[in-house]
């Protein structure tokens, strides 16, 4: 009999579809050993109507009631069981109640996963099932994962995440086509075409995809294709660019009742199978790609791969790094510029980690900001910082989830004139701990900063020591100016206050 803390159990409530899994810790390694999904009309309630019925929840409480009788037959106790929600609950109006009264019916509690942290989950996802097998950690890939709610897409560059993006791409929100018959005609072809070519068009900004060497798609109708023109690797499945092109174009022509009767699904559902992989064909015929991999994982791997904090942020430095650059890239910052101020802001941390309390998250907040400091410029001069925490809250940055880009938005609002006050929405709205990250890392900053107030990279600190009174940076200061001097100055005077210590400058050995 297996031990029951070695099983655990993740559960996915979808827009078109409840799904769990039930899998067991083997060594280092996951495996999957029972998967289960109930079809729901959560995603076509949202879509249309922008609130889930009630009718659609009394549907989630029955299908949940019987996932709780099928968990409690494998003896798995709750704290291992994991529950996400994705695209339709998080757009719903009445989410907040929907996730109260589902715990209250049946136990289970919901996050609610915004959409960054479900592209973190896929990318563990994917990152395990290939590891040892390919070497996307290296090259250049697209991942690329399509839904009834929507479309997620990653992007590589040599391996480092240069832009991540939820994209209101997928089947159900294209009901009103394929109801009106035209499913599988070339006018919703056309249409998913055109779609797709606006984003990419966008990404290119940020990754050129003709590059990119590896299409890696996830998701059930993939998968289901797959199987059946596809060459079986180990973790994965190959589809040849001729033979994935070749099936775009015969589903094209096909009847409804012919596409449910090859390919195993509902007859009702026909119209969003064909959508579903025309957005992927969609991508891939951007792509230098010469095949389609699909790994046999999905999001609920991602979760059982996952800490208990989703963003984890310490394991994800370089992807959060190469996000923050790709992002500032894209609104024209100076990079030589970011990263002097980056390079010496960190020296500083580094050297006041121990007596400020600061960790390898707060370390990743303040290079995040550094690099990104200047992207308000972009907007207008005037009021840059603030403009800068907007773009940032609002942009969609790998591996940061709201929670983290409010806090680097703050960092860099506060690294100029602004002090933080209660009276701003975001700051007041902070818990205690990390109001206290901000006023620590703006300061930080703010020295930084100041070293290269010419924008010259001429200041760099190649030394710092510490006491109980004072932090003495070691730099080339022989020639400094009046303007790095009285810049300095006025940082000193706000780091002072917030570490109780006086900043000193000397000449470097």
């Known amino acids: 009999m297996r031990k029951n803390n070695s099983l655990s159990a993740v559960i996915d409530l979808g827009s078109s579809g409840i799904r769990l899994l039930i899998a067991e810790k083997r060594a280092t390694k996951w495996k999957s050993l029972e998967t289960l999904e109930k079809k729901s009309s959560l995603g076509r309630d949202v879509f249309n109507s922008e609130e889930i019925s009630e009718q659609s929840f009394q549907q989630v409480v029955e299908i949940l009631r019987l996932f709780r009788e099928y968990i409690d037959s494998w003896n798995i106790p709750s704290s291992r069981i994991r529950c996400v929600a994705t695209s339709a609950v998080r757009e719903a109006h009445n989410r907040d109640m929907f996730i109260e009264r589902v715990e209250l019916h ?39 994962e399509t839904s009834g709610g929507g479309t997620n897409v990653l992007m590589l560059n040599k391996g480092l995440m240069v832009g991540a993006h939820s994209l209101n791409l997928g089947s159900i929100r294209f009901e009103k086509e394929l109801k009106s018959g035209v499913g599988t005609s070339n006018y919703l072809e056309k249409l998913l075409d055109q779609k797709t070519l606006v984003a990419t068009r966008q990404f290119e900004m940020e990754f050129p995809l003709n590059k990119v060497k590896y299409f890696i798609a996830l998701g059930s109708d993939i998968r289901r294709v797959s199987g059946q023109i596809g060459e079986k690797k180990k973790g994965y499945y190959l589809i040849q660019k001729d033979s994935f092109l070749e099936l775009l174009e015969k589903i094209s022509g096909m009847e409804s009742v012919e596409v449910a009767s090859e390919y195993g699904v509902p007859f009702s559902e026909s119209g969003a199978f064909f959508a579903t992989l025309q957005i992927y064909g969609a991508f891939f015929k951007q792509c230098a790609a010469i095949s389609v991999i699909v790994p046999k994982v999905s999001i609920r791997e991602g979760v059982l791969q996952a800490s208990k904090r989703i963003s984890n942020l310490a394991s994800l430095e370089d992807e959060i790094a190469g996000a923050c650059y790709s992002l500032a890239a894209k609104f024209g910052v100076d990079k030589k510029h970011s990263d002097n101020v980056a390079l010496n802001a960190l020296k500083i941390f580094d050297a006041l980690a121990k007596v400020g309390n600061l960790d390898k998250d707060h370390r990743i907040y303040l290079r995040s900001a550094a690099v990104l400091m200047d992207v308000g410029l972009f907007i207008h001069h005037h009021h840059s910082q603030r403009h800068g925490l907007y773009l940032i809250r609002h942009s969609e940055i790998f591996g940061l989830n709201e929670l983290d880009r409010i806090i680097v938005g703050l960092i860099v609002r506060y690294h100029g004139k602004t002090l933080p006050k209660h009276t701003h929405s975001e700051f007041s709205s902070l818990r205690r701990s990390d109001r206290l990250t901000v006023f620590k890392l703006s300061a930080i900053l703010r020295v930084a900063r100041a070293l290269d107030i010419r924008l010259v990279q001429r200041l760099k600190v190649e030394g710092v020591e510490t006491d109980a009174n004072r932090l003495q940076l070691k730099m080339n200061i022989a020639s400094i100016s009046p303007l790095e001097i009285a810049s300095l100055e006025d940082s000193s005077e706000i780091f002072q206050d917030v570490f109780g210590l006086k900043i000193e400058f000397a000449e470097r050995s």
């Open 106 to 144: 049946t136990g289970f509690v919901f996050q609610v996963l915004e959409a960054m942290e479900a592209n973190l989950l896929t990318y563990r996802s994917v990152d395990h099932a290939l590891r040892g097998h390919l070497r996307i950690k290296k090259s250049n890939a697209l991942i690329v």
